[in-house]
T-cell receptor
């Protein structure tokens, strides 16, 4: 089954304690991205990757890091989480991007609370 | 970058009636317009999309229309059912080409029994 898998689904952590949210896709997609979803603000892109070792900032990258060492994995790293990073996070992947956009497949989401 | 505006933010309709959600975009070069449905506790899922070489596309009870001149596109759901209750997002390619999609802020569709 084609899917994007995020872990964990729920996470409560304290300010400043480094954490990683994992994302893996089994569709051999080149393009992967991270979004955060906040009430009234919709989905905002944090980082994206067009292929292995190619990553770039989205609209709200401050406080986040990513890496793309393998095609299937795209972890999101919060080096020093702060309460304003409390949000619902989604990983997504697609076969292509930009003007050749195709369907984006989303993970189930990770609800992060930073206290 | 691309700016996508979506209205309304909340829409309540009686079961069996039609629902229409509208979006506008800013980049005249955009050529791909998907709609995603997000059910409670799940990630968004593509329900229909349209490319700029057509003006309308239908899939059973849902349809999308595109007006390139006015730079707006709409989602139409007919004969609404309880399972249509969800948050719907429109999207358009981010300007510059490499950045994937820019999403609207979402519409919470409520189907009243």
């Amino acid at each position: 089954e084609a899917q994007v898998t995020q872990n964990p689904r729920y996470l409560i952590t304290v300010t400043g304690k480094k954490l990683t949210v994992t994302c893996s896709q089994n569709m051999n997609h080149e393009y992967m991205s991270w979004y955060r979803q906040d009430p009234g603000l919709g989905l905002r892109q944090i980082y994206y990757s067009m292929n292995v070792e190619v990553t770039d900032k989205g609209d709200v990258p401050e406080g986040y890091k990513v890496s793309r060492k393998e095609k299937r994995n795209f972890p999101l790293i919060l080096e020093s989480p702060s309460p304003n990073q409390t949000s619902l996070y989604f990983c997504a992947s697609s076969l292509s991007f930009g003007r050749r956009n195709t369907e984006a497949f989303f993970g189930q989401g990770t609800r992060l609370t930073v206290v | 970058g691309e700016n996508v505006e979506q209205h309304p933010s909340t829409l309540s309709v009686q079961e069996g009636d039609s629902a229409v959600i509208k979006c506008t975009y800013s980049d005249s070069a955009s050529n791909y317009f998907p709609w995603y449905k997000q059910e409670l506790g799940k990630g968004p899922q593509l329900i229909i999309d349209i490319r700029s070489n057509v003006g309308e596309k239908k899939d059973q009870r849902i349809a999308v229309t595109l007006n390139k001149t006015a730079k707006h596109f709409s989602l139409h759901i007919t004969e609404t059912q309880p399972e249509d209750s969800a948050v719907y997002f429109c999207a358009a390619p981010a300007e510059g080409g490499a950045d994937g999609l820019t999403f609207g802020k979402g519409t919470h569709l409520i189907i009243q029994p």
